[in-house]
């Protein structure tokens, strides 16, 4: 039996939010985007704290749990194509900021994902949606 790439990483990423050691913010941004691109809503929101606050520049969006089930629905709905990453993830202290292709879209959005430990457990608690801008056309 052969397990996937991402199957594996989940299962890592299950692990060490057990272990609670910090791990690389990036490979744990990179295994939600994954679990994201599967619209797989019980491990997209594995990796999301119950008190996640989403903001688009300084105004908060939503911080509700429920908001954000209903919001990943909405948005699953209207994707035909993966949100890819374009460039390099930058790690921060906290987490990663990382440039977002949508194709469905037409957008490309700079986001901030910051990660805390809670109860042991690595999650991710702020999203912030820095800018976005229209998709440049060729790329």
């Known amino acids: 039996m052969t397990v996937t790439t ?5 299962i890592y990423h299950l692990a060490n939010m057990f ?3 910090r791990p690389s913010f990036t490979a744990l941004f990179k295994d939600y985007l994954a679990a994201f691109n599967e619209h ?3 491990k997209t929101l594995s990796f999301l704290s119950p008190s996640l606050v989403f903001y688009k520049g ?3 969006v939503h ?7 209903s919001s990943y629905q909405d948005h699953w709905s209207q994707l035909s194509h993966p949100i890819t990453i374009h460039g390099e993830v930058e790690e ?3 987490g990663v900021i ?8 037409g957008g490309r959005a700079i986001v901030q994902y910051h990660f805390a430990q809670e109860g042991g457990v690595w999650l991710h608690v ?3 949606v820095k800018d976005v801008v229209p998709l440049p056309m060729g790329d």
Do not use: P
């Open 6 to 10: 991402a199957y594996s990483s989940y």
């Open 19 to 21: 272990i609670g050691q």
């Open 40 to 42: 797989n809503l019980e």
């Open 58 to 60: 300084d105004t908060v």
């Open 63 to 69: 911080s509700s749990h429920e908001k954000f089930v």
């Open 92 to 94: 921060t202290e906290d």
């Open 98 to 105: 990382v440039v977002l292709d949508d194709v469905d879209r």
């Open 126 to 128: 702020r999203h912030v």
